[in-house]
Nanobody
Framework: AQLVESGGDSVQSGGSLRLSCAVS?????????MGWFRRAPGKGREGVEQ???????NYIDSVKGRFTISQDNAKNTLYLQMNNVEPEDTGTYYC?????????????????????WGQGTQVTITS
């Protein structure tokens, strides 16, 4: 499978961005998880938000009410709508995909091990 992110940019705090992830060659249609991760400068990778084939989602507390993950299966594209962004949201954002996966319940810990990864897109939030 190939995942290609786009939409990264430099925006001011309080602004919005929408990241996209074009997915190809991922044949699992009914049982999968897809996620957005980020890596801030000097820090480790952090799961941000995830979605499964049935539309269940989970996310980290710091993005609650600000970020929304969604998917357009007809376009084979995963999105991350980022609103009211903060300087702490700065980092490289990666999308990921894992077959044979589902989110157990809203609020469950985010999955960390994904099989497929994109190359990342840079998001910079200025104050």
């Amino acid at each position: 499978a190939q995942l290609v992110e786009s939409g990264g940019d430099s925006v001011q705090s309080g602004g919005s961005l929408r990241l996209s992830c074009a997915v190809s060659g991922f044949t699992q249609k009914n049982n999968y998880c897809m996620g957005w991760f980020r890596r801030a400068p000097g820090k480790g990778r952090e799961g941000v938000e995830q979605i499964d084939a049935e539309g269940r989602t989970n996310y980290i507390d710091s993005v609650k009410g600000r970020f929304t993950i969604s998917q357009d299966n007809a376009k084979n594209t995963l999105y991350l709508q980022m609103n009211n962004v903060e300087p702490e949201d700065t980092g490289t954002y990666y999308c990921s995909a894992e077959p044979w996966c589902h989110i157990l319940r809203p609020g469950a810990p985010l999955r960390e091990d994904y099989k497929y990864w994109g190359q990342g897109t840079q998001v910079t939030i200025t104050s």
